[in-house]
């Protein structure tokens, strides 16, 4: 029996095990891995101390991190993905995709979220095939060709800037009229000579042949577009990773966790706390994941205290 089970790798679940070891909290750590959603990100620029830093040495720090104060304190579950979580009498159990289960007194979800799908005609089956959810991984097959990017807020901006640097083409897409990400990426991004941006677009269907796709959508004048191109890059939102809790917690309208801002406790049940994009609140930075972990941490280790 652990005391608290974390589960997610990211700012926030390695925020709240560096401080569950300094308060000498048994704890397991349940992630298949590290790093969450910016691993994905050629730059964060705004993780508080470090004003350049890519993805996936952010993800080696927050892991040597842990490490470094885990000792015999915090079991670190790397590899591992929580399925249920699940309450049992007064304590937890955690299912795993190992089929392996740990029991805790107390959890915390930190488990981020997950990129939501370009669901129109066409769509599934060219993925992996001319559609792609990741630049970073995918962004220098596509060098010298044109790509087209969906999506209107940071995180398209920021593909796009990654492409920019060996594309021969972008060209920026999203449904509304404004784009929604920070006017100095904004500004930035557009102002490359290889850049091009169409806002107003409503997607009817991708068709055409393995990385060859065309783009069909609806200009803001009703017309038919087919935008041929030679990869489409694919970002317009997160969906929370909350399944394993779906029955357990309250969820918002978007599948968020819903939390006591004071103190980040789920509502609906006793004993289990949730921080970073799986819940509903207000702002989602990497900053702020790891401020409401530790948060929820402190108020963690006083319930603890208290039975």
Known sequence: MYDLAIIGGGPAGVAAGVYASRK????IFITESFGGQSIDSQDVENWIGTPHISG????????KHLQAYAGKVVEIAEGS????????????SINTNSGKKFEAKAVLICSGSHRRKLEIPGAA???HKGITYCASCDGPLFADKDTLVIGGGNAALETAAQLLAYAKSVTILQRSDNFRADPVTLEKV????????ISGA?????????????LVY???????IELPTDGIFVEIGLLPSTELVKNLVKLNQYGQIMVDPKNQRALGVEGLWAAGDCTDGLYHQNNIAAGDAVKALEDIYLWLAMK
């Open 56 to 63: 996936f040495d952010l993800a080696e720090a927050l892991k």
């Open 190 to 197: 557009l102002a490359n000579p290889k850049m091009k941006a």
């Open 218 to 224: 609806k200009n803001k004048n009703g017309e038919t």
């Open 24 to 27: 000498r909290l048994k704890t």
């Open 81 to 92: 993905r929580a399925n249920l979580v699940e309450k049992t009498g007064q304590n937890f």
């Open 202 to 214: 409503d997607f009817i269907e991708v068709k055409g042949e393995p990385f060859k796709p065309i």
């Open 125 to 127: 089956s060219l993925e």
